[in-house]
């Protein structure tokens, strides 16, 4: 999952720990003292998330179906196009997003982490969260990540295969949402949010 299911599922917990789901990609290890704890505990909700879809059967099996020597790649691919499908779920193409404008402000409003400092402008100023609704940029999004990695674009590369694919990941999301929501989704007074 990226920025938009992460908020998503985030949306019942205080803005603190809204933003720790937001920049979490962008914390490194395991220590988390010098994050407030409404943020630190927001990183480790997004950190439970990502693993829950990474090792989920769903996942694994859309994985398994992308060309064998870009499937190494494949998880970066598909946590963009999940959110694809969140937009599409939340009709982000055709209805603004009080969602998205909170997470806007969350971000806008405190320094992001050195590994996301200079993409998280882009991210609002270009409004990201309510366009990948459209799939023509959201795969212009999993090629833009590509070309930050080193080597040839190998994530240009699985474009094909996701536009080939994209009913079963249709379907796929659908079920591998439905598990999400019931295991992670935060409910809006923000208890649970430190279940496992």
């Not at 943020?39 to 398994?64: C, E, M, N, Q, Y």
């Not at 590994?115 to 999004?141: K, N």
């Not at 999400?180 to 989704?185: F, I, K």
Request: proline share 6%; glycine share 6%.
């Amino acid at each position: 999952m990226n920025f938009l299911a992460h908020a998503w599922l985030a949306r019942g917990g205080s803005d603190d720990f809204l933003y720790g789901n937001l920049i979490a990609d962008g914390v490194k290890g395991n220590d988390l003292t010098a994050w407030p704890a409404e943020v630190a505990s927001g990183i480790r909700h997004h950190r439970r998330v990502d693993a829950f879809v990474d090792t989920h059967p769903v996942a694994l099996a859309a994985r398994r179906r992308a060309p064998q020597e870009y499937r190494r790649y494949a998880g970066i691919a598909l946590d963009l196009i999940w959110d694809h499908f969140v937009a599409r779920e939340l009709a982000l193409d055709r209805l603004p997003s009080r969602l998205v404008q909170r997470s806007y402000r969350v971000l806008s409003h405190r320094p992001a982490p050195a590994r996301l400092e200079r993409m998280i402008p882009a991210l609002v100023a270009q409004d990201w969260l309510h366009r990948y609704a459209d799939f023509g940029f959201t795969c212009d999004a999993v090629r833009g990540i590509g070309q930050r990695l080193s080597g040839p674009n190998r994530l240009a590369a699985l474009v094909p295969w996701l536009e080939e694919d994209y009913l079963a990941l249709e379907h796929d999301f659908r079920q591998l949402w439905a598990a999400v929501v019931v295991a992670l989704e935060v409910p809006p007074d923000g208890e649970g949010v430190n279940r496992p």
